[in-house]
């Protein structure tokens, strides 16, 4: 029969050894969770030769797999994928810091394709390239993973799907500082990017990927707020001076990007996104008779990590 996505679903889970499949496959992404990209590419490479104008021979090279999922913001422990590593200490409510790391775990994806005629996808050494965290007003937090992979394995045996837990955040949850301990008011939409860069090492002898490691971690992030005073995100794009001339212009010391339920204890659910080095890229300010003025600006930053704070004894 045709399979509606309706029956499909993707659970993960980490990786003991890079690219062998895990038996532990507990995790789920979260909420609204869509496979937005499954690409398998096999390079392959027409060879002609003198006399003929048809090639004479298709051979495979390098295989080549990737991925994108896209969800609502839940659960935080896909965090471990982007940031390299998970911490947790406290009690009621628990903290797990999700600090950067030199290199970020491998995980298992099954795709599950549960229609009459069975069809399960292992999609082996899973790494996140790119993480994108945005919400704007009347939305959810959404989350969008895009990321590569070294093999697959394939059967009919089915596992289990697994259920979310967490609530669901929304652009109500959110604050926005910079420097930490200034809110910024009335931001409509924020946006944040970290990328791990990561490259596919082949050897001889195979033609899927051996490792995957990672390279430069760039941190960015994309603000639009109502304008309202020249000492907001306008004279931070300046430094301290009030002209662009000054060639030395001072980076802003933190930005933190919080999403809280407001409770405590065990109910607390927090998720802290918090950066050092913070400068602006670039501001664009247009300026329309029937419209609000807004500001859009740019920002990079330099280090980061992502702070939770929930029930969960311990990280998943």
Not at 47 to 76: D, W
Not at 139 to 151: H, P, R, S
Not at 272 to 299: C, H, K, R, Y
Not at 303 to 313: K, L
């Amino acid at each position: 029969m045709t399979a509606p996505a309706h029956l499909s679903y993707i659970p993960y889970g980490w990786e003991a050894t890079y690219a062998t499949a895990t038996t532990q496959l507990t995790n789920t992404f979260g909420l609204g969770v869509k496979l937005t990209n499954l690409n398998r590419k096999n390079n392959v490479e027409p060879l002609y030769s003198m006399g003929y104008r048809n090639a004479q021979s298709l051979p495979v090279k390098s295989f080549e797999g990737a991925f994108g999922v896209e969800m609502t913001l839940a659960n935080p422990w896909f965090f471990r994928a982007v940031m390299g590593g998970v911490a947790t200490a406290g009690t009621a409510p628990y903290v797990h810091t999700f600090a950067e790391a030199d290199t970020i775990p491998s995980f298992t994806i099954v795709n599950n394709i549960n229609s009459s005629t069975k069809s399960v996808a292992k999609l082996l050494g899973c790494k996140v390239a790119n993480m994108t965290l945005s919400t704007s007003i009347n939305e959810t937090v959404k989350i969008k993973l895009d990321g590569m992979y070294a093999n697959e394995s394939h059967t009919s045996t089915t596992v289990s799907n697994v259920a979310e837990t967490e609530d669901p955040m929304t652009f109500a949850h959110g604050t926005l500082e910079l420097p930490n301990g200034t809110t910024l008011a009335q931001v409509e939409a924020a946006e944040l990017t970290i990328a791990n860069n990561p490259k596919m090492i082949w050897g001889l002898g195979s033609r899927v990927g051996q490792d995957c490691v990672v390279t430069t971690r760039e941190y960015t992030s994309r603000i639009n707020m109502a304008y309202q005073a020249f000492t907001n995100l306008h004279q931070l794009t300046y430094g301290q001076a009030a002209s662009p001339a000054d060639p030395d212009m001072d980076e802003q010391a933190s930005m933190q990007l919080t999403f809280s339920n407001g409770l405590t204890g065990n109910d607390m659910r927090k998720t802290e996104l918090t950066f050092t080095g913070v400068q602006i890229d670039e501001e664009n300010l247009p300026q329309d008779p029937a419209e609000v003025i807004m500001e859009d600006v740019s920002v990079k930053m330099r280090s980061g990590a992502i702070i939770v704070s929930n029930g969960t004894t311990t990280a998943l």
